[in-house]
């Protein structure tokens, strides 16, 4: 018995194994995803892409959190490594949602570019997610963004909705926002020496508030809250405000958090219970936005998660921290 076990495991990997061969024997995975060199040996597995040598050097220094580096030949692949590649289905299909918006003109590295040259592209591609926009389109359907099955597709879009009723009628939802308010920090004085801040979220129609901490301007909330999101979505409105007994609530900062850079790399990405832990998205800081500093978005234990830190607005000081949680309603 012990034998026949053994037999079929080794057959079992080895069909595996047969499987990833022929992935690699397709021709847009002949050439390196990032520089187009010819004959790749290597391969990111949890992004799914094949790699020629000196682009994996590129993609190891990313850490595992980003790119996961294996051999083709040299390395003993995992079942769950060499389906994240079949998934994907190879180097065009990754690069249709990691190069769906490369700026016109923008030279991808060759085979001869430098070491420089070659770091800076891929770490804009896969680290800094500079050339997946918002409202990506997908060019394909095939590979993990069909196979998790959490999508519907329609031509080239990824649509994902479901219809609930509300006082404004009928509303198309895409998802659920968890929202954990953590803490605030050097918040304004509102009172004679202190305040008592409380939070309110805003999305659309929707309002949702932390309770009123008393007499702290480093206040600590630990508090989750839950908002549906439309398919029709703009900006998380923060607002935060000292609470009065007597009077009306004096004001404490505002801010506006963009949902988009979170959504369209979770909807790009798919199940992300089918991923590792990895960094799927970025918002970056600018004088534009609310940010203290650059905010990553995380596959993390199966979820999506971003940690923002936000600067409070129209106010003399105030910063607030939030990790936010995206569940999309088919999920």
């Not at 926009?133 to 359907?141: G, T």
């Not at 959490?150 to 879009?157: A, I, M, Y």
């Not at 939070?199 to 206040?219: M, W």
Request: proline residues 4%; glycine residues 6%.
């Amino acid at each position: 018995m012990s034998r026949r076990y053994g037999a079929d495991s080794g057959r079992a990997a080895s069909d595996m194994t047969r499987k990833l061969r022929e992935l690699l024997q397709k021709s847009d995975n002949r050439i390196c995803a990032d520089c187009s060199a010819p004959d790749p040996k290597w391969a990111s597995a949890n992004i799914g892409v094949f790699i020629c040598l000196k682009c994996s050097g590129v993609h190891r220094s990313l850490g595992t959190h980003v790119s996961k580096v294996l051999s083709v030949s040299l390395d003993q692949w995992a079942d769950d490594d060499i389906n994240s590649m079949i998934e994907v289905g190879g180097n065009s299909y990754a690069n249709a949602i990691y190069e769906a918006f490369l700026p016109e003109g923008y030279h991808k590295p060759h085979r001869d570019s430098s070491q420089e040259e070659r770091a800076d592209f891929i770490r804009s591609k896969y680290e800094l997610q500079e050339f997946l926009k918002p409202s990506l389109r997908l060019v394909s359907n095939k590979g993990s963004l069909e196979a998790t099955g959490s999508q519907k597709h329609t031509g080239s879009n990824v649509s994902l909705s479901a219809s609930f009723n509300s006082e404004a009628g009928m509303v198309e939802f895409i998802g659920i926002l968890k929202v954990k308010v953590i803490r605030g920090t050097k918040l304004a004085v509102r009172d004679l020496i202190s305040s008592d801040p409380y939070v309110v979220l805003t999305l659309g129609q929707q309002k949702a508030k932390t309770s009123v901490i008393k007499r702290s301007l480093n206040p600590v909330w630990n508090e989750e809250l839950k908002l549906s999101v439309p398919q029709q979505y703009g900006p998380l409105k923060l607002q935060m405000f000292d609470h009065d007994m007597l009077s009306k609530d004096d004001k404490m900062g505002d801010a506006e958090i963009d949902l988009q850079p979170m959504i369209s790399a979770a909807t790009a990405f798919g199940d992300p219970d089918l991923l590792a832990d990895m960094q799927i998205g970025r918002w970056l800081k600018s004088p534009d936005n609310a940010l203290a500093r650059d905010s990553a978005v995380n596959v993390i234990g199966g979820k999506v998660k971003q940690e923002v830190s936000l600067r409070l607005q129209n106010v003399e000081s105030g910063e607030v921290e939030l990790e936010l949680e995206w569940i999309p309603l088919n999920q």
